[in-house]
């Protein structure tokens, strides 16, 4: 019976219609298959492809996935850089002929044909090897490629290089395959061209930063409503804040957080300029440019803010010479006038002395005023020295003589009122190298700060204490001198900032804030230092240390 059934299909054909039809239906499903993978290729591959992803990355990827469904071993990329087609990638890594980064020539080129055509170029060996026209023949003989695909990267009718899909074994592609792979080819070339323009950008990016954080001088981006967009790393290093903590704050709330700071108010829809006062006393000039767009709108506003602290100190400074050299010039002039009528007391003085009987009182009231002339005389000789120029010259001196000389200028206006000056002077103390009147300058701003600090006392007993002496230290000799008071001391905050230029605890009408800074320099300059101890309540010792002549001090000593 089964003979006969089977019998039957056969001459009714019933067994032919079932055999073509599964047959159909199998090669409709491969298709269907087919396409899904192919579709699955293309989905996966662009959506895995991002503009950070490494090409080798990406091509292995791509490989991996047309493995399924192709005979394809090999997969290449040449981009067009500058007219020159470049070897870029080539996955597996061991494939490769000719290294990356090589040029492909453009003579009877495979790849270069798939440009000039703008369409997909198949190779494959032909039975007779010397009929293949491609100048890339040894190279795909080497490799042991039977075919290989060139597909150009097309984006917007541009050619961005070439997608090369090389097999081992002949392949033939339909219609269906070779419009898959160039839609595959120019998903690719949209994927590359937006990378490539992302990396452009970013690029840019980095550069404009570079370029922004490169400004020594602090700069802020902040919006209509003067909040901070942008700010480079001046900014950090000024302020000693973290980049969270300045984001989105109102440029105020930075700038002037302490609470010293002042600053004008500023309108910000045209450019000005202005003078602030930051932290730690910074002198700062800002600039401010509003940016627009191109429909004239302001979206932004520019602050350039430049710390010129050490510029303004200068200027002060200069200033301050230029009034120092015009008061010792007026200083001289009148003690040159005050010689005149002083020989002549001092002489009629002397006169009148030997004719006076020493017995007589008037010889007593001669005396005082002799001696008053001799001691006017000094002072007169001390502010001629002090006031002459070409003293700034270096030569050998001596540091109990530079006291002396001051406290004839300064200790009986000092002891007027009712402060002890006590001093003690070491005897045989070294000489030193430098000008006489740059230490003399240094000695009466000590004295000076320790008078006006012991008036703001209410204690009876003040003192200032005046001692040189010669120290050894790491085998070189020093010679130093201290000047003390009693006073109400310097808080440990301030004993640093004492030294910056304008930095005064006095009234603004009392006090510049230059003596000690000037003090300073002129011991650093002498190859020295000035240094402070204090302790609040009980006073204040400041110290000048100098290089003994002959010594070879290139750094001060910690002392």
Excluded at 189 to 214: D, R
Excluded at 425 to 437: D, I, K, R, T, V
Excluded at 495 to 502: A, D, G, L, N, S
Aim: aromatic share 8%.
């Amino acid at each position: 019976m089964e003979n006969k059934q089977t019998m039957i299909e056969h001459l009714t054909g019933v067994k032919s219609s079932k055999m073509n039809y599964y047959t159909e239906l199998k090669k409709t499903i491969q298709e269907l298959e087919k396409k899904n993978i192919n579709l699955e290729i293309m989905n996966e591959s662009l959506k895995s492809f991002n503009v950070n992803m490494d090409i080798d990355d990406m091509l292995k990827n791509v490989l991996e996935k047309l493995q399924r469904v192709y005979s394809v071993s090999r997969i290449s990329l040449s981009l067009l850089e500058e007219g020159e087609l470049i070897l870029t990638n080539v996955y597996p890594l061991d494939s490769k002929f000719l290294q990356v980064g090589s040029k492909l020539p453009s003579d009877e080129s495979l790849y270069w044909e798939a440009i000039y055509q703008k369409s997909a170029t198949l190779y494959s060996f032909p039975l007779k090897k010397e009929e293949v026209p491609y100048i890339e023949r040894h190279t795909f003989e080497k490799l042991g490629m039977e075919s290989v695909l060139a597909l150009p990267l097309l984006s917007k009718e541009r050619v961005l290089g070439v997608l090369s899909l090389g097999s081992k074994e002949f392949a033939a592609y339909s219609e269906d395959d070779l419009s898959f792979f160039q839609q595959f080819a120019d998903q690719l070339a949209v994927c590359i061209e937006n990378s490539s323009l992302y990396n452009a950008v970013l690029q840019g990016k980095k550069e404009w930063e570079s370029t922004f954080n490169a400004v020594e001088d602090m700069l802020f981006l902040i919006s209509e409503e003067e909040k901070i967009l942008r700010f480079n790393q001046a900014v950090l290093n000024f302020f000693k804040v973290k980049p969270g903590e300045i984001i989105g704050r109102h440029y105020a709330d930075i700038l002037f957080r302490h609470p010293e700071s002042k600053g004008e108010e500023l309108d910000f829809r045209q450019s000005q300029h202005a003078r602030l006062v930051l932290e730690d006393n910074r002198i700062c000039e800002m600039n401010t440019y509003p940016v627009i767009s191109d429909d004239s709108q302001i979206h932004g506003i520019l602050l350039y803010i430049k710390d010129v602290t050490k510029r303004t100190h200068i200027e002060a400074q200069l200033m301050q010479s230029g009034k120092l050299a015009a008061i010792g010039e007026m200083a001289a002039g009148v003690a040159h006038e005050l010689n005149s009528p002083l020989t002549a007391i001092l002489g009629n003085a002397q006169l009148l002395l030997r004719q006076a009987d020493q017995e007589d009182i008037s010889y007593e009231l001669l005396t005082d005023i002799r001696n008053c002339g001799d001691r006017c005389k000094h002072i007169i000789r001390n502010l001629l020295t002090f006031s002459r120029q070409d003293e700034y010259m270096f030569q050998e001196c001596s540091l109990n003589q530079a006291v002396e000389q001051v406290l004839s200028l300064v200790k009986y206006q000092i002891e007027r009122q009712h402060i002890q000056v006590t001093v003690t002077l070491a005897s045989e103390l070294p000489a030193f190298n430098g000008s006489m009147q740059q230490i003399e300058q240094t000695i009466i701003n000590l004295l000076l700060n320790a008078k006006d600090v012991l008036l703001e006392e209410e204690k009876e007993e003040k003192c200032i204490l005046i001692e040189t002496k010669a120290i050894i230290k790491e085998g070189e000799e020093w010679v130093e001198l201290i000047v003390a008071d009693n006073g109400k001391g310097i808080p440990p905050q301030q004993q640093t900032e004492i030294f910056h230029p304008f930095y005064t605890t006095k009234e603004t009408d009392k006090g510049t804030g230059l003596g000690l800074s000037v003090s300073l320099g002129i011991a650093k300059a002498h190859g020295g230092m000035l240094t402070v101890t204090s302790e609040e309540g009980k006073g204040s010792c400041f110290t000048l240390l100098l290089p003994a002549k002959g010594g070879t001090h290139e750094e001060y000593p910690d002392h």
